[in-house]
């Protein structure tokens, strides 16, 4: 019997990229043996014109999804609504990942065999043993590495790759880590998420990747993503 296997992937402004990366996506669950595979795209609104690409791929082709959102509310809203919609369709696996091949779609295998090793929780790590950077200079790289590890401290988490945003999870994590009261918006979502998935007693692996730059498009980084990561990771030490 086919295992129903979801990619959540959100958008905004990535008309660029995600007619090539749905493709790459779709490719890669392919390969998986006794998949029934799924690409959800939850796009807020993008004027650029990314939701009439994936209305128009959907409409050919039934395994291509599109949850539309009359605004952009924030990175951790977009994969909690794309989290939702792929539970309530009996998904088995879910991942996420980003848009604009930061994340190789060529992983997304290597991410469901450790799920199938025992993981519960599967992240694309660049920060152990064989993950990697790319294309990024010193400046950015000290940046992200101080990020990791201020996470780590202020949470006292092994997880070398707190901030990654490619991830596998078993369908019984996200129904057991209360979804309904995450309150991260931006890239500290994954944080939170990561943080829920341990404290609830679930095994976290680390599979080891290359990340690299977007070549098309805009990065979503902004000061105020970056603020809201600093005041909210101490408050996330305290369980709700």
């Excluded at 799924?38 to 939701?51: A, E, Q, R």
């Excluded at 809203?77 to 994340?103: I, K, N, R, T």
């Excluded at 998935?197 to 902004?222: N, W, Y």
Aim: net charge neutral; proline share 4%; aromatic share 6%.
């Amino acid at each position: 019997m086919s295992r129903n296997i979801w990619v959540v992937i959100p958008t905004f402004n990535e008309a660029a990229n995600i007619e090539r990366v749905i493709a790459a996506a779709g490719a890669a669950l392919t390969t998986v043996r006794d998949v029934e595979p799924h690409v959800l795209v939850v796009d807020d609104s993008s004027p650029d014109g990314t939701g009439e690409i994936v209305e128009r791929l959907s409409a050919v082709d039934p395994s291509v999804g599109l949850l539309r959102r009359a605004q952009r509310a924030g990175l951790g809203p977009a994969y909690l609504a794309g989290f939702a919609h792929a539970l309530a369709h009996d998904a088995e696996l879910v991942l996420e990942m980003d848009a604009d091949f930061s994340h190789d779609p060529l992983d997304i295998p290597r991410l469901i065999a450790a799920i199938d090793a025992g993981a519960d929780l599967a992240l694309g790590s660049r920060y152990v043993t064989g993950g990697a950077v790319a294309q990024w200079g010193p400046l950015r790289r000290f940046i992200s590495r101080g990020a990791c590890l201020y996470a780590r401290l202020v949470l006292g988490l092994a997880v070398r790759d707190l901030t990654g945003g490619f991830k596998c999870f078993r369908r019984t994590v996200l129904e057991s880590i209360d979804l309904d009261t995450v309150r991260s918006h931006g890239y500290v979502f994954q944080v939170e998420l990561t943080l829920r998935t341990i404290r609830c007693g679930f095994r976290v692996v680390e599979v080891p990747i290359t990340f690299r730059d977007r070549e098309r498009g805009k990065s979503k980084m902004s000061t105020r993503i970056a603020l809201e990561a600093a005041w909210l990771l101490p408050l996330l030490r305290v369980r709700r």
